[in-house]
Nanobody, 115 residues
Framework: QVQFVESGGGLVQPGGSLRLSCAAT????????ISWYRQAPGKQREQVAR???????NYADSVKGRFTISRDNAKSVMYLQMNRLKPEDTAVYLC?????????WGQGTQVTVSS
């Protein structure tokens, strides 16, 4: 059974940091391209960062230089390190794994940036 379990969200002040984790089971993790998305109330879901199975990364312009995506294939875990957080980063963050047209999603974790 495929399952993704996210953790690490919460409330943080502007300028602070959070590290999100997403642990996957039931898939051959290393062959998947993985991404973090976010969805704020009233807004479309946005891809924040992506790391391919070969390790190449891409970031949305809004987070470039502040967020870092990484993966540990041995543990089947993906991470999103978020630094210098801004109020506009407030959203539900979801992990995603995709391979040849098949996609799996985590349940989402809330990140709130507020003073």
């Amino acid at each position: 059974q495929v399952q993704f379990v996210e953790s690490g969200g919460g409330l943080v002040q502007p300028g602070g940091s959070l590290r999100l984790s997403c642990a996957a089971t039931g898939i051959i993790f290393s062959i998947y391209d993985i991404s973090w998305y976010r969805q704020a109330p009233g807004k479309q879901r946005e891809q924040v960062a992506r790391i391919s199975s070969s390790g190449s990364t891409n970031y949305a312009d809004s987070v470039k230089g502040r967020f870092t995506i990484s993966r540990d294939n041995a543990k089947s875990v993906m991470y999103l390190q978020m630094n210098r957080l801004k109020p506009e980063d407030t959203a539900v963050y979801l992990c995603n794994a995709a391979y040849r047209g098949t996609a799996h999603w985590g349940q989402g974790t809330q990140v709130t940036v507020s003073s």
